[in-house]
């Protein structure tokens, strides 16, 4: 439970921080960077020493010629952060306000639906933009960027023996998106000591009570994610079944020339009503046809819909409402679609 506690409390730490720093798109503090521009071929590649955000330049060199820096061929301890001028993809998504805590892996399993890429093909990261307790969601921002347009470039880093663990992408804003390439090795230090602070005030006893309250609630939605979880495998496996199974041509057929025909609805109507009419809503169900709308002659629309053949026993719903200042009549019709 303590661990639980200390998650949650980093969580509102974090929120009080400006978005820059929480968002990790100032980069890292200290690092060893490699600034490729725009990534084309030839390349040159111009290193930079970042030590507390601070940048010096530690030379250049061409990736398919040259000789690395020294830098990047002895060992360090910084990483080896590789930074381009393109523009990484972003979409904003919404999440489950209770799945914030594993919000990693939804994403990591939705990223096929979210976006045109499966999750293999891309590197990608992913940070919170506002939460909305009010309506139960999170609103994130992922940031994702193809592994086809690094491959090229990181290849020719590897023969240099340098494997970047991460990618700075520059937005059009001048920000900075900061895209693992590989599993961290470390943790920043601003939440280690966050997590200390909490201990320090777990141990004072100041805040048990808003803790105890938070992990009830916790335990709460965590009841309620274990009860939905059947819905959720039941679509999982309904979508499965979408995708693997042939569509059968015949039962579509069927069941279009049981209830109707919507395409074929609409164009006879376009054909049959005049340019003064127009519908505001349409219903079709069972083969019962219910129109709405306005015309400036509404009485003509009865004979108008007669004189077709899809269209059969057209009859006014309600009394035709005539509005003196617009000279248009509202009216709603019902029909019969024929077989």
Not at 129 to 142: D, Y
Not at 185 to 206: D, E, K, Q, S
Not at 209 to 219: I, V, W
Request: proline share 7%; glycine share 6%.
């Amino acid at each position: 439970m303590l661990a639980e506690i200390t998650t949650w409390w980093v969580s509102q730490m974090l929120d009080l921080l400006p978005i820059r720093w929480r968002t990790g798109d100032s980069g890292l503090r200290s690092a060893l960077i490699i600034d490729c521009g725009a990534a084309e071929p030839p390349v040159t590649a111009t290193c930079w020493r970042r030590r507390r955000r601070r940048e010096t330049a530690a030379g250049q060199f061409l990736l398919a010629t040259d000789a690395a820096p020294p830098e990047l061929r002895r060992r360090s301890r910084v990483p080896v952060v590789l930074r381009l001028a393109m523009v990484p993809l972003e979409c904003e998504v919404t999440v489950p306000l209770a799945a914030e805590p594993e919000m990693t892996r939804v994403l990591q399993a939705e990223i096929d639906r979210l976006t045109p890429f499966s999750p293999a093909d891309v590197y990608w990261t992913a940070a919170v933009s506002r939460r909305e307790p009010s309506h139960g969601r999170l609103r994130s921002v992922l940031t994702l960027i193809p592994r086809s347009t690094l491959e090229p470039l990181l290849g020719a880093l590897e023969r240099h023996g340098v494997t970047p663990e991460a990618l700075e992408g520059v937005r059009p804003d001048g920000t900075i998106r900061h895209i693992p390439l590989r599993p961290r090795r470390r943790r920043g230090r601003i939440v280690p000591l966050l997590v200390g602070g909490c201990g320090a005030l777990a141990v004072a006893g100041a805040l048990a009570t808003p803790f105890l309250l938070q992990d009830r609630e916790a335990g709460a939605l965590q009841r309620q994610i274990a009860a939905l979880k059947p819905s959720v495998d039941r679509v999982q496996a309904l979508r499965q079944r979408v995708v693997t199974r042939s569509v059968d041509v015949a039962s579509v057929l069927a069941e279009q020339h049981r209830i109707g025909d919507t395409m074929q609805v609409l164009a006879t109507l376009t054909d049959l009503l005049p340019d003064d009419t127009f519908i505001t809503t349409l219903a079709l169900r069972q083969r019962r046809l219910t129109i709405s709308g306005q015309s400036a002659a509404a009485a003509g629309l009865i004979a108008s819909l007669s004189t077709g053949t899809v269209i059969r026993n057209p009859a006014f719903a309600a009394p035709v409402v005539r509005d003196p200042a617009d000279r248009t009549d509202t009216f709603s019709l019902v029909a019969e679609v024929a077989q």
